[in-house]
């Protein structure tokens, strides 16, 4: 076993700090992603999955990106660990992460130790993403060791620590083997690996997807809590924007790997703006109030392939379409706290409420 001598971890009651590389977490991290353009190649040529993204995740909040399946969240989610896989590249943008830089730039050694050292990463259906064969415990030892923490024990203890805190016995838990535990235990698990090296970023990609309701409420109010003890800045993707309801301190909206409407969560659900943000909201039963009020969103959402190129991603589907909409990119601009991407929102602004056609 060789273990780096650099990269000193020391243990503190609560979690672990690193001098490595001048890279110091100590606190909620701010996050800029700015322009972002996130491509895949396709027979078809290169196809953005994301487009022009801009995103801020103020330290301390926790953010929620919604939308449908192949929105471009996922993409999106892993250019904050620069993790976007060949074919995908990232082609265009930064993402700003406040004491490590631009991690679109990093590469190779650099963007390994940012990885759970300072960015924890729960992957999308975690239940299934532990290693079969090897015991839990095993798979944190070889998280540890694979970071250079120095202090295994401290490690572990760190993780019993954690489980506890979520409601698991931690010692069971590390003796067992992934087909041992349930959905919901497995999800804990994926979220005491994203945090025991001490990351103050967490990406959680659809937390509870496949979970019965009761778990489900239960994982939001520990990654709640956990956030709050800890000083996190999270970000939760997920394509239920009830979730979002739940956890989040601002939402931003997806569609056809464009941000459409992002803003505080309280305000962007009581009114939200875009169209789109509208129709997911009304297909929630627990949000609209009335199940029999709640009605799915017709229509489908584009592929890479069927994406339009130019004009609204979302016309298509839309109530509110019109001539410009069909070609020209509606321009992401301010509303109050918020930011839309809508021309008929820029139309009912310019025009005395009443008045407009669409207002
Ligand atoms: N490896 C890949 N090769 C080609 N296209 C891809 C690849 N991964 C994702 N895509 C495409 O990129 C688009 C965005 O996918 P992404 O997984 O980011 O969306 P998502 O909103 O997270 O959806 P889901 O909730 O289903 O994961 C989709 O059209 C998807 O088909």
């Given at each position: 076993m060789t273990e780096r001598s650099e990269g000193t971890v020391k243990h503190s009651a609560f979690g672990a700090e690193s001098d490595e590389g001048g890279l110091r977490t100590k606190q909620a991290p701010g996050v800029r992603i700015d322009g972002l353009t996130v491509v895949y190649k396709t027979t078809a040529g290169e196809l953005p999955a994301v487009r022009d993204v801009s995103l801020e995740l103020k330290p301390g909040t926790i953010t929620g990106i919604v939308g449908e399946s192949g929105s471009g969240k996922s993409t999106m989610a892993l250019s904050l660990l620069n993790a976007v896989q060949p074919p995908g590249r990232i082609a265009a943008g930064r993402v700003d992460i406040d004491g490590l830089g631009d991690v679109a730039e990093f590469k190779g050694e650099q963007l390994r130790k940012a990885r759970g050292r300072h960015i924890g990463y729960v992957?999308?259906?975690?239940?299934?993403?532990?290693?079969?064969?090897?015991?839990?415990?095993?798979?944190?030892?070889?998280?540890?060791?694979?970071?250079?923490?120095?202090?295994?024990?401290?490690?572990?203890?760190?993780?019993?620590?954690?489980?506890?805190?979520?409601?698991?016995?931690?010692?069971?838990?590390?003796?067992?083997?992934?087909?041992?535990?349930?959905?919901?235990?497995?999800?804990?698990?994926?979220?005491?690996?994203?945090?025991?090296?001490?990351?103050?970023?967490v990406v959680l990609d659809e937390p509870t997807t496949?979970?019965?309701?009761?778990?489900?409420?239960?994982?939001?109010?520990?990654?709640?809590?956990?956030?709050?003890?800890?000083?996190?800045?999270?970000?939760?993707?997920?394509?239920?924007?009830?979730?979002?309801?739940?956890?989040?301190?601002?939402?931003?909206?997806?569609?056809?790997?464009?941000?459409?409407?992002?803003?505080?969560?309280?305000?962007?659900?009581?009114?939200p703006q875009h169209p789109y943000t509208r129709g997911l909201i009304r297909a929630i039963p627990r949000l609209v109030g009335d199940i029999n009020e709640a009605q799915a969103l017709p229509g489908r959402p584009p592929t890479l392939a069927t994406v339009p190129k130019e004009g609204c991603v979302f016309r298509e589907r839309c109530a509110l379409r019109m001539d410009v909409c069909d070609t020209v990119d509606p321009a992401a601009r301010p509303y109050g706290l918020r930011i839309v991407a809508c021309h008929a929102v820029d139309q009912a602004v310019k025009v005395p409420s009443g008045e407009g056609e669409h207002a």
């Amino acid at each position: 076993m060789t273990e780096r001598s650099e990269g000193t971890v020391k243990h503190s009651a609560f979690g672990a700090e690193s001098d490595e590389g001048g890279l110091r977490t100590k606190q909620a991290p701010g996050v800029r992603i700015d322009g972002l353009t996130v491509v895949y190649k396709t027979t078809a040529g290169e196809l953005p999955a994301v487009r022009d993204v801009s995103l801020e995740l103020k330290p301390g909040t926790i953010t929620g990106i919604v939308g449908e399946s192949g929105s471009g969240k996922s993409t999106m989610a892993l250019s904050l660990l620069n993790a976007v896989q060949p074919p995908g590249r990232i082609a265009a943008g930064r993402v700003d992460i406040d004491g490590l830089g631009d991690v679109a730039e990093f590469k190779g050694e650099q963007l390994r130790k940012a990885r759970g050292r300072h960015i924890g990463y729960v992957f999308q259906a975690a239940q299934n993403s532990l290693n079969p064969l090897k015991t839990v415990g095993k798979q944190l030892l070889d998280l540890g060791r694979s970071h250079g923490v120095e202090d295994l024990r401290a490690l572990v203890r760190e993780a019993k620590e954690l489980l506890g805190r979520m409601g698991l016995d931690g010692a069971r838990v590390l003796d067992s083997h992934q087909h041992e535990l349930s959905g919901g235990m497995r999800q804990r698990v994926g979220i005491m690996l994203a945090l025991v090296l001490n990351a103050h970023l967490v990406v959680l990609d659809e937390p509870t997807t496949a979970l019965d309701m009761i778990t489900q409420a239960n994982i939001l109010k520990i990654v709640r809590e956990v956030h709050a003890e800890r000083g996190l800045t999270t970000l939760v993707i997920t394509h239920d924007i009830g979730v979002v309801a739940e956890v989040a301190d601002r939402l931003a909206v997806m569609y056809g790997g464009r941000l459409v409407e992002q803003g505080p969560t309280r305000e962007v659900l009581a009114d939200p703006q875009h169209p789109y943000t509208r129709g997911l909201i009304r297909a929630i039963p627990r949000l609209v109030g009335d199940i029999n009020e709640a009605q799915a969103l017709p229509g489908r959402p584009p592929t890479l392939a069927t994406v339009p190129k130019e004009g609204c991603v979302f016309r298509e589907r839309c109530a509110l379409r019109m001539d410009v909409c069909d070609t020209v990119d509606p321009a992401a601009r301010p509303y109050g706290l918020r930011i839309v991407a809508c021309h008929a929102v820029d139309q009912a602004v310019k025009v005395p409420s009443g008045e407009g056609e669409h207002a």
